[in-house]
C-alpha cells in the first residue's frame, strides 16, 4: 500500500466509496472540493499498488466552540487540553470493501496520526464513531490508539436529510460515540 493525500481526480472513486460504505447523500463533491482544496484540512489516502483510491481519511482543524458544541466539554477545557495548539476532528474515514479488514485503514490511521503528531501544531483531537447494529467499527482502532471514550449520542446524522443510510434505509438512526485524544 501506498499513503499520501487525495487529490481532485480522485472524487469519482471518493463518491462510490462514500455511497458503498455509507449512504447516499452523506458526501457531495462540493464537500470534498472544500476538504481537498483547504489547508485546514488533511485528506490522507491509501493507494493500491496501481495507485487507485482504497481509503481515506480525513481531519480538519475546528474551533474550541464547535468543538465545544459536538463534545459538550467547555471550550476552555479543551483549550486547555490543547496546550496551546490547534483543535482537529477526525471528520470520516472511509475504506473500499475489498480492502476492510486486512489492515489498510488501522495502517492509514497510524501513518495519519504519526504525521500529525510529528507537525506539533496539534493539541487534541476529537472523533464521532458510526454505532449500528451493536457494533463500532472503528472503535478498536481508536482505543488501540489512545482515544477516549466520551459518551453517546443518539441519531447524530438525522438532521442529514439528503443523507441515505445504508443501514437503515432512509435517514440515519445509527448512534455515534464520541472520542477524543490529547495529543
Not at 462514500?18 to 488533511?42: A, P, R, S
Not at 441519531?155 to 437503515?168: A, F, K, Q
Amino acid at each position: 500500500m501506498n499513503y499520501n493525500y487525495v487529490h481532485q481526480e480522485d472524487i469519482p472513486v471518493l463518491m462510490e466509496m462514500f455511497d458503498e460504505n455509507l449512504g447516499k447523500g452523506y458526501m457531495t463533491k462540493e464537500k470534498m472540493m472544500h476538504y481537498i482544496t483547504d489547508k485546514n484540512e488533511l485528506f490522507y489516502a491509501a493507494r493500491r499498488e496501481d495507485n487507485t483510491l482504497c481509503g481515506i481519511l480525513l481531519f480538519g482543524e475546528e474551533s474550541a466552540e464547535t468543538l465545544a458544541e459536538q463534545t459538550k466539554l467547555p471550550a476552555e477545557k479543551l483549550l486547555h487540553m490543547a496546550a496551546g495548539k490547534k483543535l482537529l476532528k477526525c471528520r470520516s474515514m472511509c475504506i473500499a470493501k475489498d480492502c476492510q479488514k486486512n489492515g489498510v485503514g488501522r495502517e492509514l490511521f497510524q501513518t495519519a496520526l504519526t504525521e500529525i503528531k510529528a507537525s506539533n501544531k496539534y493539541g487534541l483531537i476529537t472523533s464521532l464513531l458510526w454505532e449500528y447494529n451493536g457494533t463500532v467499527p472503528a472503535e478498536k482502532l481508536h482505543l488501540d490508539n489512545n482515544f477516549k471514550f466520551l459518551y453517546r449520542l443518539k441519531m447524530p446524522w438525522y438532521g442529514y436529510e439528503d443523507y441515505h443510510c445504508i443501514v437503515c434505509g432512509g435517514r440515519c438512526c445509527c448512534d455515534g460515540l464520541q472520542y477524543i485524544l490529547k495529543l
